[in-house]
């Protein structure tokens, strides 16, 4: 009778180192291809937390100002087709350097609340921000009464290079360069909730 108890218990035990082995081997495996998934997102959403979302490519950060606002320089001197306001058209009204001429080549972007991230999965305790959060923030002043210069999304919009002719008219407009942002940009805010992974 105790040598049938006994192989019970061991086939018992059997069942569940087993089953523990499976388990483990899964999750290794869903995490190795999930690690090779967050691989192939350019830029990575580390990157864009910690550096991209605060100023445009080839600009630098240079700190943050009065209001908690990334303070980014045109340090290499890149061509900016609206230095000072346009009075018509799609980018009537926006800024691209703080100063509305270009003298100090320097432009300001609203922070990201500190409670939130970029980065999936809510690490550090952090909430990662869906799709629609991420269209919100690049497309947002920011903190009533700390606005930023102007919002990511219309900077893309109306502060790449371009060229005008002699009368000072718009012949081309290329989009201002801000990998990681650019795609946020296009998402459809109708698809709420949904995650994207730039």
């Not at 009464?145 to 005008?164: F, H, L, M, P, Q």
């Amino acid at each position: 009778m105790s040598n049938i108890i006994i192989n019970i218990l061991a086939i018992v035990g059997l069942v569940i180192l087993i089953s523990y082995l499976i388990s483990y081997i899964y999750y290794y495996f869903k995490s190795k291809k999930d690690q090779s998934l967050m691989m192939q997102v350019n830029p990575p959403n580390q990157y864009m937390q910690e550096s991209g979302i605060k100023c445009p490519d080839y600009w630098v950060n240079t700190g943050v100002d009065e209001n908690g606002n990334y303070i980014c320089k045109n340090m290499f001197n890149l061509n900016v087709l609206n230095k000072s306001p346009p009075t018509s058209g799609k980018c009537l009204d926006v800024k691209c350097y703080q100063d509305g001429t270009g003298a100090e080549k320097i432009v300001n972007f609203s922070p990201i609340d500190s409670k939130s991230t970029w980065e999936p999965n809510n690490p550090n305790g952090k909430t990662s921000l869906t799709s629609k959060e991420k269209y919100d923030f690049v497309n947002s002043l920011g903190e009533s009464g700390k606005e930023a210069t102007v919002s990511r999304c219309d900077w893309i919009k109306c502060c790449g290079s371009g060229n005008k002719d002699a009368d000072d008219n718009v012949l081309w407009n290329a989009k201002g360069i801000w990998q990681g942002i650019n795609s946020t940009c296009s998402y459809s805010p109708n698809s709420v909730g949904e995650a994207i992974t730039s």
